[in-house]
């Protein structure tokens, strides 16, 4: 998630320091209705929400659809091209490609929203406690997540996924494993950025004035810091998820994420190694590779946009 600190930290956050509006501002779900219809008008945005719906569409309710379970084996049609009845072709078990590039969406986008979730948890938590309190609890939070931002998260993630192949872990197993190691290298970053919010906040005249008031340490974070960082935090979910999800491509890609007969973008693009399906089956590699770029691709557009839409810095 580096790239994620280096365009956050160039153009802001849209964290306003000034304290929680007046009653004469707009209601909240006024303003969230407007940053919405202020997103709708911009194309690219507009394109990346289709372009996710009609994913999550795919993924989710598309296999209900193709008459298909994605296990039947059949080897009398292996590694058949596209035809009538199986519109993306046959792989090497004679299952359909079509059916399982769905439920491999299904897997994938699961696990890139599921490791957004417990790393933003993690990190929204603990950069809110070590920005607040400073102090040791400060430096004991942030030494531990240097620590894990100094280790590379690729070969973190690489040795880990080998660890849990000599173990022998359940197919099934693994996918939750790799939810957890995803969240694991994702957090730190999160939290860093939480903290540097903070400590610009804690000290903003609301602040002083709800310790004046005798609000417990919970209610001035919780109710107080908390929603002045949910901008953050909102555009920073939505470029984590679309950094677990190209994680757990490359492991899978490498036999080390998600392993048969569980199917995922990745390991289904690890058809490519193979020279001869390389050349002669693109249906095998060619249809998750480009789920996977237009997934990622539109989810990064969108975290953009909603950085732009939520910055009142911006000017636009």
Do not use: C
């Amino acid at each position: 998630m580096s790239h994620i600190d280096t365009e956050l930290s160039t153009r802001g956050a849209g964290i306003s320091t000034e304290g929680p509006p007046s009653t004469k501002d707009t209601a909240p779900s006024s303003r969230s209705a407007a940053e919405l219809r202020r997103l709708l008008r911009i194309p690219a945005a507009s394109i990346s929400i289709g372009l996710l719906v009609f994913m999550l569409l795919f993924s989710f309710l598309g296999p209900l659809l193709t008459g298909y379970t994605g296990e039947e084996i059949n080897l009398r049609i292996a590694e058949h091209g596209p035809a009538s009845n199986h519109w993306l072709g046959t792989d090497e078990y004679g299952r359909d490609v079509l059916t399982r590039l769905m439920l491999a969406g299904r897997i994938s986008l699961t696990i890139g929203v599921a490791s957004m979730l417990l790393s933003l948890i993690l990190g929204a938590v603990l950069g809110l406690v070590a920005g607040y309190y400073g102090g040791i609890v400060d430096t004991l939070i942030m030494r531990f997540a240097d620590l894990l931002m100094s280790i590379p998260g690729l070969p973190l993630l690489i040795v880990m996924a080998a660890v849990l192949s000599e173990l022998k872990v359940a197919p099934e197993s693994r996918i939750y494993i790799v939810m957890v190691l995803l969240s694991v290298i994702g957090w730190p970053s999160l939290a860093r950025l939480i903290r540097g919010q903070v400590l610009s906040l804690r000290e903003a005249p609301y602040m002083r004035a709800a310790e004046v008031l005798g609000l417990s340490a919970a209610s001035r974070q919780f109710r107080h810091l908390l929603p002045n960082v949910m901008p953050l935090l909102i555009v920073v979910a939505t470029l984590s998820t679309a950094s677990g999800i190209l994680s757990e491509s490359a492991l899978s890609f490498l036999g080390l994420g998600v392993v048969p007969p569980n199917a995922s973008w990745g390991n289904m693009i690890n058809a490519a190694n193979n020279l001869i399906d390389f050349q002669q089956h693109w249906w095998l590699w060619v249809p998750p590779g480009v789920a996977l770029l237009i997934t990622v691709a539109a989810i990064n557009v969108l975290g953009d946009r909603l950085r732009d839409v939520l910055d009142p810095r911006m000017g636009r």
